[in-house]
Each structure stands twice: as C-alpha cells, then as structure tokens.
C-alpha cells in the first residue's frame, strides 16, 4: 500500500487541541476588551452660569479658575478665552499683559494668540451670552479640562 | 480520511464565527440593531387601558396612572421609547424628533422630547441611577413627568413606583409602598446576565470542552516527552510514582485550590479597574459594575463563586489529609502550613465580603470587628487597629480593602508557593514505600499536565456555568441610619462561628473556641501517633486512627453548626 495517511493522529489532536483553546483563548481576549469598554457616565457641563451682568467686576476682567476661562468686559460686549494651554492641558497663568503656562514655559497675549512655544494654537475664544433674566452664559462646548 | 479532517477544522472555525458576531454585536441593554429587525414587523394594535380588579392594588392603580401619562414616552411594558414601540404609533409618529411633534418645532401645547427619549424602565440594565424604591417613587415625584413636573401627587408617585418594581418583577402585592417603608425596597438587585452576553459565555464553554476531549485523546495515545518540556511541565517533576497521581487518593483538591486562587487572582485583579474604595462608592461601583459594564457581572461571579468553591475545596483537602494520614512526618510542617492557608483564606472570603460595603454586610461588620473587642487585655487596641478608628467608617472600608487586595493576598500567595515547594521537597504526594526489588510504576508529567488541563478546564466550565446562572449577592448602600433593614446573619463561611456565639460569652464561644479548633488540628500530627511509613497511600490508615477521629469530629462540628445557621 501507498503511504496514504500523511497527518499522523497524534499530531492531529495535538493541532486540534491548540486550535480550540486558542479560538477560547481568543473569544476569553474579546470579552476582555468588551469588559474595558464601559464608558462611565459623566461629563464636565458644557455651560457655565458667571452670574448678573450688572453684578461683572468694574475692573473689566473675571478669571474663573474652575472652568478655567477669562473673561473681559470691553466696549462691544463680552469676549472670554478659556485658559488651557493648548500644548498638554495645564492652566495658564496672568504673567502682566500676556499669558504664560507654567508648565512648558508657552506665551500668549493678551488675546489669546501664540507669542512664544511649545504651543502651537491659540487660546480658544468661548461664546458669552446672556439670558432672559440677565444672567451672563458662557458656551464652552465640548471643551477638554 | 481526508474529509473528516476537514469536517473537524470546519465545525470550529464557523463556531469561531457565530462567536465573535454575538461577542461583538450584542450591547448591554436594548441594541438599535435588534429594535430595527422588531419594526419592521406589522404594527401590533395599541394596547387598551390595563385592566384592574378590586380592590386593586397600588401597583393596578399605578398602572392606570401609567397608562395615562407615562406609557407613550417609556413604553407599554416599560421598554423606553424605542423603535419597536414608536412602530405602534401612527406611521407619521414614528419619528418623535422629527414628526414636528416633539423637535425643535414643536408645537406651544406640546415639549421638546429630549434627543435619548425616554429611558427603558424595566429589563436588565434600567434605572441604573437608583438603588432603592425610595429614590426611584422621590424621583418620579419630583422629577416626573417630564412635560410636567411636580404635577402627580405623592400618592401617585408611590402608585408608579409600585407600577415599575411590577414591571420589574420585583412587585410585592401585599406591600404598600410609602417614604418610610420603601428605602428597603431594592430597584436592581440580582441583575442576570444580559442575554447578550450568554452566547458568546456558552460558546467559549464549549471550545474548552472540545479543547479538553482533543486533550484527553492526545494522552491516550500515549505520551512521549519528545521535545524538552515547556515552562508548565517544569513546575513539575519530571516522573512522579503512579500511586500520588490516582484522582480517588489525592480527590484533585490541592491542585483545584491552586486553580481557584488563579481565578481569584485574575478576576480579582479585574475588579479593581471598577472598584471604587470609597464609603459613597463602594456599593454604587459594584451596581454599576454588576449591572452596566458589559462581562462585568461575569466577573464579579467568577470571583464570588471560585472564593466559594476555594473554602469547600480546601476544606475536602483537609479531609483528605487526616483520613490518609499524609500529615504524618515529615509533612507535619507543611500539614500547619495548609492550615494557616485555611484561616488567611476565610479572612480574603470576609474582607472581601465587607468590600460591598452594602446593607447586606451591615451586621457582619458589627459583630465580626466586635468580636475582636472581646480579646481580654488587646482586644481594644486590635479592633482599632483592625477598623482604623473608634467606629467603623471610611478608614474601615480601605483598611479592608488594603488588607484584601495586598496583605492577605501577599501573605497567602508566599505560602501557597512555600506549600507547593514543601510538597516536592516531602517527596511528593505521600505515598508507601516500595516494597523490596519492586520497581515503582512512574507517570511522566506530560501526562500530569494533561490530566491537571483537563481538571482545570472542567472546574473552569463549572465555574462559568455557575456565575451564569447564580448570580453573586447584591444589596442597597449602606445607608447612614440603615437599622431597620439588612440581613442579620454571617456569610455562611462564618455561619458556624455564628452559631455558638449564642451559647454564651463572645470571647469564650466566638474567638476561643474557633482558634482552639484550628490549634487543635495543627497539634495532630505533633502530639496524636501518626500513620506508619508503609501504611501510607491509602484511605484509613490504622496508626492515626485516634487524629482521624479527632480531626474528622472537628470538621463535622463546624459543619453541622453551619448547617444549623442556614437552616435557621
């Protein structure tokens, strides 16, 4: 007779046994990373109440470090610029006309813009509204904190 | 020959296939995927008024309540706003946003429908934001319904409440809920796994099991170590005499521990991702993990179930050492070693427990750290050591914590490794002596590699199908005044500790006599006659007769007892 069986039984099941508990192992892997799929509820509030208007500091300028945002009363209305650097996150910090983070050493002036880096974007500008009742709104969107 | 080859490669890789879909299609909760498929069936007729009997109950009456006002926007059977329920709407309402009705355009008589609708009330999953009947009805009141809040009354509140814990199946007929009462009503205890996750569990399952018949058929074709062992089959001697290996001696017990604490070890590990050791989050995290993140539920199973499954295994492995009298010298050390293994594993079993930090641990709590006050002379300086405080608090829950993923489990995987070591280095599993000129059968560890794999396989399919099916015990948060709730007795680890603390004083019934049991059985092999060199090997012994009665009558007491506070 012809040599006919090339796949001897014993290396069959061995193959066999790898192969499923491999495709176990596999299925084990994908409930793994479905497990570390949850994303918890939860995010930081796109909107923030800077309360009356009439209530604004005579100074002109409103820092709210829990935002973190700036926000200047000028001639035309509002404008606000929100005070994380757009280089890794820190908060900047009011270093006399200009901005500076204390992190990375990046400047920004006192309209946001990009004096010095390693930041390459300005400071967003955030939308300030006001309400019926007369309370000041500031948008920050979907900001990153 | 060929063709049946390729049916036993084709059957696994479609297996494979149907796997990964369910694994990766099915989401926890309702899936769009699936609510699509239910509407593109014919739109049933919309159910009519629920009908009552009298005297209804205060769920019928919140039902009619529901039926009026709730029932459009959450779903006939509390299912949410979804496809297949706006399918029972008139076609042009199917969309609720863009219908005019409820968008941006809505109308001055009508409100703008929030862009998640309205959640689901009832199934797996729902009202994961409230942990008792109590939050549920004061937020219904407060909050409800949403074109109109704080219209219902306080009354109908706790008719809807009722309602939803009926949808939920969780109602109670006899019951009538009000603020007081309701704070021990539960909204989601004993969540089941999502029906999602079964498939994807139920097929993993069978690959193991098919892995373990390819395994078993392998090892009886006969096994020749061909190439050099692999890293498992060096944790192993390279031949180990054919007595210690026989499953009806040894019962499996101490290689099924080692399993377990695996499982343990790994599962555990993953909780820890969720687990928020906090007094405000302990419990909610384990809600959120139980009933919200997807294999979550499974996993905190696993590791309820293996920690069940480690005491019994270890307490059969005791067993099974006095009744062959294995402890005998020179595995006596080793004998104590086992022992301190069993008292630092039921400690991980009650610090684990109290991690819930739920009304369900409340009492166990109390009276197991009570307990250590009764200690005459450093009872008062141990207790305070034990839950960082005067009373128990937030330096309790990380204290537990502390002690449950490091102390303890640092101190038990040294002496798991040091008991394992003191096996190989006793000789083994014990066993007679040869006789002379005798030459002793030996069992390479190929093949005890492949019998382990294929215990640990079936163990592991017990365990999956258990955690499935049983889910792991879940109670509300503690609550800052909780007195009048909560379960009274011990985990039933404890339950026999439990027990004789009625008979009289606490230090006496419930520290002493427990610790004098435990030194009792270390002083065995030390004080009692041991079993005989060529007596050993077998079941029964005559040298230990006297340990074997002792010892046996030990583990029967602290059984029977257990048995007794189940019972009761």
């Known amino acids: 007779m012809t040599k006919e069986i090339t796949f001897p039984r014993r290396a069959f099941l061995r193959l066999s046994a790898k192969i499923t508990l491999g495709l176990a192992g596999f299925l084990g892997l994908g409930g793994l990373v479905r497990y570390f799929s949850h994303e918890p509820a939860g995010k930081s509030p796109s909107s923030y109440d800077l309360g009356l208007a009439v209530d604004f500091p005579a100074s002109g300028e409103l820092i709210r470090l829990d935002i973190p945002a700036i926000i200047y009363k000028t001639k035309d209305g509002y404008i606000a610029y929100s005070l994380v650097c757009t280089h890794l996150g820190c908060t900047v910090e009011e270093d006399g006309e200009n901005f500076s983070c204390p992190c990375h050493g990046s400047q920004f002036d006192h309209n946001g813009n990009v004096l010095k880096g390693p930041a390459a974007e300005r400071l967003p500008s955030l939308e300030v509204g006001i309400s019926e009742n007369g309370r000041l709104i500031l948008e920050t969107g979907a900001m990153d904190k | ?568």
């Open chain 2, 1 to 568: 020959m060929r063709s049946r080859f390729r049916i036993y490669l084709i059957v696994p890789a479609v297996l494979v296939l149907m796997g990964g879909l369910f694994l990766f299609s099915g989401t926890v909760g309702a899936s769009p995927s699936i609510d699509q498929n239910l509407s593109s069936t014919p739109a049933p007729d919309r159910p009519g008024p629920v009908p009552t009997i009298y005297p209804p109950s205060q769920a019928d009456n919140g039902a009619q309540v529901y039926w009026g006002m709730c029932q459009d926007c959450h779903g006939n059977e509390g299912q949410g706003l979804d496809a297949s329920w706006r399918s029972t709407f008139a076609p042009e309402s199917h969309d609720c946003w863009g219908s005019g009705c409820h968008g941006e355009d809505a109308p001055d008589n009508s409100f703008v429908l929030p862009e998640a609708g309205a959640p689901a009330l009832a199934g797996p999953g729902a009202l994961p934001r409230f942990s008792t009947a109590f939050e549920l009805g004061t937020y219904i009141h407060e909050s409800m319904p949403f074109f109109s809040t704080g219209s219902l009354s306080e009354d109908q509140a706790w008719e809807l409440t009722a309602h939803i814990l009926h949808l939920n199946d969780k109602g109670n007929p006899e019951l009538t809920l009000t603020g007081t009462n309701s704070a021990a009503i539960l909204v989601h205890q004993h969540v089941n796994l999502p029906g999602t996750e079964l498939p994807g569990i139920l097929i993993l399952s069978l690959f193991l099991v098919i892995g373990a018949v390819y395994i078993s058929q392998l090892s009886k074709e006969g096994t020749v170590e061909t190439r050099r062992g692999n890293f498992f089959h060096h944790l192993h001697p390279a031949t180990i005499p054919e007595a210690q290996s026989k499953f009806s001696f040894t019962l499996g017990a101490g290689g099924l521990a080692i399993f377990f604490s695996l499982v343990l070890l790994i599962t555990g590990a993953l909780e820890m991702y969720y687990y928020l050791p906090t007094p405000d989050g302990a419990a909610e995290s384990i809600q959120i993990l139980t009933s919200l993140v997807p294999y979550g539920n499974l996993i905190r199973n696993l590791h309820y179930w293996s920690a069940q499954l480690l005491v019994i295994t270890m307490m059969v492995h005791l067993a099974r050492v006095i009744l062959t009298g294995a402890y005998a010298p020179p595995r006596r050390f080793n004998f104590i070693l086992g022992l301190i293994l069993l008292v630092l594993i039921l400690l991980l079993d009650f610090t684990g427990y109290v991690l819930r930090w739920d009304e369900g641990i409340r009492w166990a709590l109390v009276v197991g750290t009570n307990l250590l006050k009764t200690i005459p002379g450093v009872g008062e300086g141990f207790y305070q050591f034990v839950i960082g405080g005067a009373e128990p608090g937030a330096p309790t829950l990380i204290r537990f914590y502390a002690w449950h993923i490091f102390g303890l489990t640092l101190a038990v995987a040294g002496i798991t490794v040091w008991h394992i070591f003191k096996v190989r280095r006793d000789g083994g599993i014990s066993a007679s002596p040869p006789e002379r000129g005798e030459k002793t059968k030996r069992v390479p560890r190929a093949e005890l590699v492949s019998k382990e794999v294929i215990a640990m396989i079936i163990a592991g399919v017990v365990l999956l199908l258990l955690s499935v099916f049983v889910p792991a015990p879940i109670d509300q948060p503690l609550l800052e005044n909780g007195a009048l709730v909560g379960d009274s007795r011990a985990p039933w680890f404890f339950l026999w500790i439990q027990e004789t603390l009625q008979y009289g004083n606490p230090f006496l019934w419930g520290v002493a006599l427990p610790l004098a049991a435990v030194i009792l059985l270390g002083l065995l092999p030390y004080v009692l006659p041991n079993a005989k060199k060529e007596e050993l090997g077998r079941w029964l012994p005559s040298g230990n007769r006297l340990g074997q009665i002792v010892g046996i009558t030990i583990i029967a007491i602290i059984f029977l007892l257990t048995l007794l506070g189940w019972l009761s």
